[in-house]
């Protein structure tokens, strides 16, 4: 790979360090830079050779990748050098904590200085993105025949709510990577002993929790996500208002404190009070996923993915005593699921010839065969499961490989992703980034008895509508 000079390098971290600290954002540390490798003489490229485009139409451009430090995008970078021997385009991936890459891609887009090609997006950030114009719509790319084989790459296989999740006023901004739904994930050991089925409601849900709830034991009922962050209580949040009947808009403006809304606070506040460990405010999913795997949880609702988790042997010991469901349904009959996947856009500022690299990238990356090679293909401990395509989850192959994860974790999982979804999930406007920072302060000080739940939405409402203001 040619590399930028050390003059050229060190004026752009400076220049990109000043324009953080601009934004009140000077303690980002720097991110751990991954090249790849030189391509492999022998990479496996023929089933990419099916598609009928020319693999080769950007050849010799540069491209840098940002994605979050995570095993699923890990396997993607050990098989970026097939990418490479295909196309003869070099990639750089940079990986940023989640914490830090919304805002060191928004630093770049906004600054138009075209750091990085594409990065792992979040879905609620494109209206933001499209409103200033920052990535470029993919309806182009999805529709040149010179750049797309139609039939080979197939888009409609990719999960329609993660497509629409990261579209925006009907057209199309990113393709999805990876992403994840939220399942109930169970005891079916202490339900079973208990005479218990997975709760088809939320009702049943509370009731299931009560029956199991032993606090003496150190077993709980039930947890849910209750650490204040956009990402985190507004990760589980979001479902609950849908589920009660909750709508984001009226009109054009957003709304959120209906009678719906604090009815869906108010289940919250109580499920969590009275069958969850109490740190359970302060948790995140990883310590949800952990406290079930040492056998204190009965229950959670959260995402697919954290089942993994309760597979490691030196760490879990309900293995074998796990069974998932879809997400309860609310008192309107209505089930809302997570509709998150981290996507890949094309960032405006490029060239033409780093834009068709990009594309080619983004297609390589979300293919059927690339997904499959970071799954049940990927020679490694860590396989994907996080799939864009629904003939993926369907594969003998996929379903094989988690098959110890317990009983119907397939099948619930995709299920909700073709049934559950709801892209209408967060209020999807500009703004978002600070709606969600807002809606979660309110959500925590309910949690925690600061306020009761209509005070922390009609305090959130205020703030919220002066953000929609200004």
Not at 174 to 186: H, K, L, N, R
Not at 222 to 234: D, I, K
Not at 408 to 430: G, H
């Amino acid at each position: 790979m040619k590399e930028r000079t050390t003059k050229a390098m060190a004026q752009g971290r400076r220049r990109m360090l000043k324009q953080t600290a601009a934004l009140g954002a000077a303690a980002v540390a720097a991110p751990y830079v991954l090249r790849s490798a030189h391509a492999q003489s022998n990479a496996d490229v023929a089933p990419y050779t099916q598609a009928k485009i020319d693999w080769k139409q950007a050849q010799g451009a540069e491209i840098a990748v940002a994605v979050i430090p995570a095993s699923y995008f890990d396997n993607l970078i050990a098989i970026a050098p097939t990418f490479e021997a295909l196309t003869g385009v070099k990639v750089r991936f940079e990986k940023v904590p989640p914490g830090q890459i919304r805002q060191k891609a928004m630093l770049d887009l906004s600054s138009k200085t075209a750091t990085y090609a594409t990065s792992a997006t979040d879905p609620m950030y494109y209206p933001l993105y499209v409103s200033n114009k920052w990535i470029d719509p993919i309806d182009h790319y999805l529709n040149d025949n010179a750049l797309t084989d139609k039939a080979w790459f197939d888009n409609d296989d990719i999960f329609k709510a993660w497509r629409d999740a990261n579209s925006y006023e009907g057209k199309p901004y990113a393709v999805p990577y990876d992403g994840e739904v939220t399942i109930q994930v169970y005891r079916k050991d202490l339900y079973d002993a208990k005479g218990l089925k997975a709760a088809d409601t939320l009702d049943e849900f509370l009731k299931n929790a009560a029956a199991i709830n032993d606090p003496a034991n150190r077993v709980y009922g039930m947890a849910l996500r209750g650490f204040a962050g956009a990402g985190q209580n507004m990760y589980i949040y979001p479902s609950l208002f849908r589920e009660f009947g909750g709508q984001w808009f009226k009109g054009r403006k957003v709304v959120v404190d209906s009678p719906e809304a604090v009815k869906a606070l108010d289940w919250y506040v109580n499920a969590e009070s009275k069958y969850a460990p109490p740190a359970v405010r302060n948790w995140n999913w990883p310590d949800i996923a952990d406290a079930f795997s040492q056998g204190t949880l009965g229950c959670y609702i959260d995402a697919h993915s954290s089942a993994s988790v309760l597979m490691n042997p030196e760490k879990s010991k309900v293995i074998g005593k796990i069974a998932y469901a879809r997400w309860p349904k609310g008192p309107t009959g209505k089930r809302c699921t997570s509709i998150w996947n981290w996507g890949f856009p094309i960032n405006a500022a490029l060239n033409d010839k780093q834009k068709k690299a990009t594309w080619l990238f983004i297609t390589w990356a979300a293919s059927a065969e690339t997904q499959a090679r970071t799954s049940w293909k990927f020679n490694g401990p860590a396989k994907r499961t996080g799939l864009n395509r629904a003939s993926l989850w369907k594969s003998p192959d996929f379903v094989a490989m988690t098959k110890d994860y317990g009983p119907n974790f397939v099948d619930a999982a995709l299920t909700s992703l073709e049934q559950d979804t709801d892209v209408d999930w967060r209020p999807r406007v500009p703004q978002w980034p600070a709606i969600g920072d807002t809606m979660a302060t309110a959500i925590q000080a309910a949690l925690v008895g600061q306020k009761n739940a209509k005070q922390a939405l009609d305090g959130a409402q205020a703030r919220i509508d002066q953000v929609l203001k200004s």
